[in-house]
């Protein structure tokens, strides 16, 4: 059963809204509009995200013969570094709040803006500061540190543009505080009437979450990035012991950002999620306060982590047993998503529309990606996969089977409130299976290839692992083209898919009560919040 | 919203307090007081730091929201050198395998 709703005609809206109200490059350069400036890194997201795609796929196709197929052993430290930072960096840490959240966070509470809609705008541009910095490092010769920047290659030994990546690193962290900061205070001092903090929507929740690990956590990267510039450029001793420092310090300054960083990364995915659910199975959320909480639960206990990314780095083992706990700590508010998430599902009214399909996808892959989680906390295990593909394919189950099946979950979701246009579901639907179908064989095989010991960040591997990476890099093709099925469509449907109504999917939310596209100002009346979120009626089959 | 106004005396007296500090922290630094020269060059930063987040920040003037704020960076400042100095700290409990010989307990840390 499909709850689609469209107007048959093809024609524009007639409304004056957001995307009309004017034209030029000029009104998209100096909008303050946060639905614009939204659209605005949509585009410079995707473009990141296709570069750093691109570098993926040359790997994959080097790692198809045992010897390496393509490049030279330097070149491909650089592919995967390359890969690491655009993707981490510029694509999975912005994407859903800079995008989503901008566009989404003021129409859901009822706002006409975001609270600074001029930091709003000054936070693409260092965005984009920060990525030009980071391609000049690519295109002048690339990096070979990895996205990590141990010490002390990076500072010391390795001759690639260290400086210049890392510079668009520290550049890029400031777009990433600018928006936090522009989302905490919108979320605490512009909510409409009646829109008390448990009747937000979840995406607003975890949003919000996310937003305090980003001005919690982002300095302490800026100050570890600049502390390994001082000592390559002037041979400062902090990370060097040559030089009277201490290299596991720069571990545990580099993960103490990075490792919530990963929570950057998940919890506005699973805010999406939160949201996809609810609709496409017309019931109210199961447990809206845990679901809530466990999102600020996962912001906090996300700091208490990082040493799990140390365990054989020479970190005392004593503090490793305390973080390997801690970490296995995280497991429990992610579990109360998970299960209330399947619990909403039960005696729903299910539509497998195109975002309900990345939503049930992101459910097992995150689970997968979840669990092999669990296996890494534990000490044991993780000394005999450490730095294996079974930590590569933990990692992208979460990032990549979560964290992008959300975003484009999300994007199908709320496109027809973007752009005021439908796209072909059919398109849409295959799109999400052929991704579900072409990220699971490139990554399983990945799991057992770790398993069996094959080390990450190496050019070549034994002919016995040959089979599984064969397999690994047909599925990175398939799912190359699953990314690229929706990229052609949503271009085709800002000109010629049928005009939208203001809630094709009969969702809940302010959001859907505003035209498609909406108007500049949102919404002509701000409007008075009466009821819970996800307030679906309840049908006889619910109550039994 | 109306802030509270700090005047430009206040402001100088500041100003000049933080560049004396600085020059303290300089002259201080040429004399040799053992491991008092680190306690007291990072006294003087936490002095500094304070009259710059009292008065600069107006974390004096500020709401109870904005405080709160601002000690929860305190709070995650402590948890990242606490959890730092549990691995620092407990490096030199591990006994190497026998026959190992170990970098702590020869001296050459």
């Known amino acids: 059963m499909s709850s689609l709703t469209v107007d048959e005609a093809p024609q524009a809206a007639s409304h004056v809204h957001y ?31 296709f570069v750093g795609g691109a570098a993926a796929v040359l790997m994959r196709l080097h790692l198809l013969t045992p010897g390496g197929l393509l490049v030279e052993p330097a070149t491909y430290n650089k592919l995967f570094t390359v890969h690491g930072i655009l993707m981490v960096f510029f694509f999975l840490i912005p994407a859903i709040p800079a995008v989503l959240g901008n566009f989404l966070v003021p129409m859901m509470i009822g706002a006409r803006d975001l609270a600074f809609p001029k930091l709003n705008l000054l936070s693409w541009y260092v965005y984009i500061l920060g990525g030009l910095f980071t391609l000049y490092a690519v295109v002048a010769g690339g990096v070979d540190t990895g996205w990590t920047f141990y010490t002390p290659y990076s500072s010391t030994y390795s001759n690639s543009h260290v400086i210049a990546a890392a510079l668009g690193i520290f550049i890029t962290g400031f777009s990433s505080i600018l928006t936090g900061l ?66 596991i310090l720069f571990q545990h300054m580099f993960w103490f950002y990075s490792h919530p960083a990963v929570y950057i990364m998940i919890l506005p995915g699973m805010g999406v999620e939160s949201e996809l659910i609810t609709c496409f199975s017309r019931k109210k959320i199961f447990g809206y306060k845990f679901v809530a909480m466990s999102s600020l639960g996962i912001a906090l206990l996300g700091f208490l982590v990082w040493g799990h990314h140390m365990f054989v780095s020479g970190q005392s083992m004593y503090a490793g047993m305390v973080f390997s706990i801690l970490s296995y700590l995280v497991a429990v508010p992610s579990a109360v998503k998970v299960f209330n998430w399947t619990a909403t599902l039960y005696k729903g009214s299910i539509s497998y529309d195109a975002p309900m399909l990345y939503a049930l996808g992101f459910i097992g892959l995150f689970t997968m990606g979840g669990v092999t989680g669990m296996f890494l906390a534990s000490l044991g295990v993780n000394v005999h996969v450490h730095d294996t593909y079974f930590v590569i394919a933990h990692f992208h189950y979460i990032m990549v089977g979560g964290m992008v099946m959300a975003y484009l979950g999300g994007i199908h979701f709320w496109w027809p409130k973007i752009s005021g246009r439908m796209y072909p579901q059919g398109w849409a639907r295959f799109a999400a299976l052929v991704i579900f179908v072409g990220f699971n064989l490139t990554f399983f095989p990945q799991y057992i290839l770790g398993f069996l010991g094959m080390p990450r960040r190496y050019a ?85 | 919203m109306a802030g509270h106004i700090v005047s430009i005396k206040l402001y100088a007296l500041i100003f000049i307090t933080l560049l004396v500090m600085t020059g303290v922290t300089t002259a201080v630094g040429y004399v040799d007081l053992g491991r008092w020269n680190i306690i007291i060059a990072l006294a003087i930063a936490i ?15 500020a709401g109870k929201l904005p405080r709160l704020v601002f000690a929860s960076t305190l709070l995650w400042l402590a948890i990242l050198i606490t959890l730092t100095m549990s691995d620092v700290l407990t490096r030199s409990w591990d006994h190497p395998p026998q026959g190992w010989q170990s970098l702590s307990t020869s001296g050459q840390r």
């Open chain 1, 460 to 544: 070549v591997y034994p002919a016995e692992f040959q089979v599984l990476n064969v397999m690994s890099s047909a599925g990175a093709s398939i799912l190359g083209v699953g990314y690229l099925i929706p990229l052609i469509y949503f271009i085709w449907s800002m000109r010629y898919g049928p005009v939208a109504s203001a809630n094709p999917w009969n969702a809940k939310g302010l959001e859907w009560q505003t035209p498609s596209p909406p108007p500049t100002e949102n919404f002509e009346e701000i409007p008075v919040v009466t009821e819970e979120a996800y307030d679906y009626p309840v049908r006889e089959a619910q109550v039994a």
């Open chain 2, 47 to 61: 002095f500094k730091a304070s009259l710059v987040i009292l008065f600069f920040m107006h974390m004096k003037y």
């Open chain 1, 182 to 247: 522009n989302f905490i205070v919108t979320i605490h001092k512009m909510r409409a009437p009646g829109l008390t903090w448990f009747r937000l929507p979840l995406f607003i929740w975890a949003i919000y979450a996310t937003s305090i690990i980003f001005i919690l956590g982002t300095p302490v990267l800026a100050i570890t990035i600049v502390l390994v510039a001082l000592e390559r450029l002037f041979h400062i001793g902090v990370f060097d012991p040559a030089l009277g420092g201490d290299p």
């Open chain 1, 19 to 49: 995307l009309n109200v004017k034209f030029g490059v000029k009104s998209w350069l100096f909008t303050t509009d946060h639905k614009r400036i939204a659209l605005l890194y949509l585009a410079s997201i995707t473009f990141f995200f």
